[in-house]
C-alpha cells in the first residue's frame, strides 16, 4: 500500500495496466479494454481510495450520483422567496455530504410530461418535488416515476410516495389553543392561498381549534391574502372593519403577518396591548419587526437534509418508500402576544392610551 495520498500511476501500479488505461476506464474514453480490465481498475481505485472513487463508483453501478429537483413556477417559486432557498440549502448539504450532486428541474408550470422527460432521461438517480402546489398535477407523475422520489414541503395523506413536511394543521392548532387559554376568544385569521397545501392545512388548523374551544368564527374573521406583506396589510385593514372586534390574529405567514403588524402600527393600535398578532415560518425579519413577532418556527433545512436523506436511502438500497415524515412546528414566543385585554380596541381612542397590565379577560 503506497504511503501517503494515493496517486494515479498507484492505480495504474495496483491494477496492472498503464495510466492511460486507467484514465480511460475513469472517463469512459475509449473502449480499447477489456471488462475485467476495467473492474481491476475500479478495484484498484477503491482499495487505494484513489480520490476519483466517485466517479468509479457511479460507473461501477451506473448511476450519474446527480439528485433532481423539481420546482415547478420557478421564477415565482425562487425569486425573493427564502422557503425554497432555505430548503436547497438543506438538500444540498445532504446531497454533498453523500456524494451527490444537485440538478435543478425548472418547470414554469406543472407539465408531468415535461417533468418525466427531463427527470426520467438516466441525467439523475432520484427525484425531489419541492413544495409543489395543492392538486399539482406533478404530483400524479410523483406517484408513478421510475427513479426514486421524495416530496418536500407538501403531504397529502393518499399521497403514494415519500414526503418529508412540517405539520402545518397541528401547529396553528396549538398555537390558536394557546391563544384560547390566554383568554383571547374572538380570534382572526389571515389565511394564504387555496392553491398551496399549507395554507389550507394551516386554516384547518384554525378552524378546529375555535370549533373544540367551542368558538364559533364570524365569517368576517377571516380575510386571504397571496403570502405577501401587502396582502397583509390589505387584509388587516378590512378586518379591522368588522364588528364585534377581535383582540388577536393568526396569519398564515409572517410575510402577511407583518403587513398586518404596519397596518396596525399607521392606525394607531398598539401591539400586543390592543391586539395580538402571531406568524408562521420565523423567517429572519421576525425577529427584528416593531414589537419581535411570535410566531410558529418550522424546521425548513431540517426538512431540506431529511428529504434528500430519504431519497439517498432510496438509491442506495433499491429499495422504493412512502413513509411520510412530518416534523412538529415550534412555537417561537417573542412580544406580539399578550394575555387578553379586558377591553377591545373599538372601545379605546387611538394614541390616548394608557397600557394595560398583562391579565386575561
Given at each position: 500500500m503506497p504511503e501517503g495520498t494515493p496517486t494515479i500511476k498507484d492505480?495504474?501500479?495496483?491494477?496492472?495496466?498503464?495510466?492511460?488505461?486507467?484514465?480511460?476506464?475513469?472517463?469512459?474514453?475509449?473502449?480499447?479494454?477489456?471488462?475485467q480490465t476495467r473492474e481491476r481498475v475500479l478495484q484498484a481505485v477503491e482499495e487505494l481510495g484513489y480520490r476519483p472513487n466517485q466517479?468509479?463508483?457511479?460507473?461501477?453501478?451506473?448511476?450519474?450520483?446527480?439528485?433532481?429537483v423539481v420546482v415547478e413556477h420557478f421564477r415565482g417559486a425562487l425569486m425573493g422567496n427564502p422557503y425554497y432557498s432555505t430548503l436547497l440549502d438543506g438538500i444540498l448539504a445532504e446531497a454533498v455530504q453523500s456524494g451527490y450532486q444537485?440538478?435543478?428541474?425548472?418547470?414554469?408550470?406543472?407539465?408531468?410530461?415535461?417533468?418525466?422527460?427531463?427527470?426520467?432521461?438516466?441525467?439523475?438517480?432520484g427525484a425531489i418535488l419541492a413544495a409543489p402546489l395543492y392538486q399539482s398535477p406533478l404530483l400524479q407523475w410523483v406517484e408513478s416515476c421510475n427513479i426514486p422520489r421524495v416530496v418536500a414541503g407538501s403531504s397529502p395523506q393518499d399521497l403514494r410516495a415519500a414526503c418529508v413536511d412540517v405539520d402545518d394543521e397541528g401547529s396553528v392548532?396549538?398555537?390558536?389553543?394557546?391563544?384560547?387559554d390566554l383568554g383571547h376568544r374572538r380570534i382572526a385569521f389571515i389565511a394564504g392561498p387555496t392553491n398551496y397545501w399549507s395554507a389550507r392545512q394551516r386554516e384547518r388548523g384554525y378552524l378546529r381549534a375555535l370549533?373544540?374551544?367551542?368558538?364559533?368564527?364570524?365569517?368576517?374573521?377571516?380575510?386571504?391574502?397571496?403570502y405577501s406583506?401587502?396582502?397583509?396589510?390589505?387584509?388587516?385593514?378590512?378586518?379591522?372593519?368588522?364588528?364585534?372586534?377581535?383582540?388577536?390574529?393568526v396569519s398564515c405567514n409572517d410575510w402577511m403577518a407583518l403587513g398586518a403588524l404596519e397596518t396596525l402600527r399607521r392606525k394607531g393600535l398598539l401591539v400586543p396591548e390592543d391586539i395580538s398578532v402571531l406568524g408562521f415560518d420565523d423567517v429572519e425579519a421576525a425577529a427584528v419587526a416593531s414589537p419581535p413577532l411570535t410566531t410558529i418556527r418550522q424546521p425548513v433545512r431540517e426538512i431540506g437534509i431529511t428529504t434528500a436523506r430519504l431519497l439517498i436511502q432510496q438509491i442506495e438500497s433499491g429499495k422504493p418508500s412512502t413513509e411520510h415524515v412530518i416534523f412538529p412546528g415550534e412555537l417561537v414566543q417573542r412580544d406580539s402576544v399578550m394575555p387578553c385585554s379586558p377591553e377591545p380596541p373599538d372601545r379605546i381612542k387611538p394614541r390616548q392610551r394608557i397600557r394595560p397590565r398583562r391579565r386575561r379577560c
Open positions: 492505480v495504474a501500479e495496483r491494477a496492472g495496466v498503464s495510466v492511460t488505461t486507467v484514465t480511460n476506464v475513469l472517463y469512459g474514453r475509449g473502449s480499447r479494454f477489456s471488462e466517479i468509479a463508483r457511479s460507473l461501477v453501478r451506473r448511476r450519474s450520483n446527480t439528485l433532481g444537485l440538478k435543478i428541474i425548472a418547470l414554469e408550470r406543472p407539465d408531468p410530461e415535461h417533468a418525466r422527460l427531463s427527470a426520467e432521461d438516466g441525467s439523475i438517480d392548532y396549538a398555537a390558536v389553543k394557546w391563544l384560547i370549533h373544540d374551544a367551542g368558538i364559533t368564527p364570524t365569517p368576517h374573521w377571516i380575510r386571504r391574502g397571496d406583506t401587502l396582502s397583509g396589510r390589505q387584509a388587516m385593514e378590512l378586518l379591522l372593519q368588522v364588528r364585534p372586534a377581535f383582540s388577536a390574529v
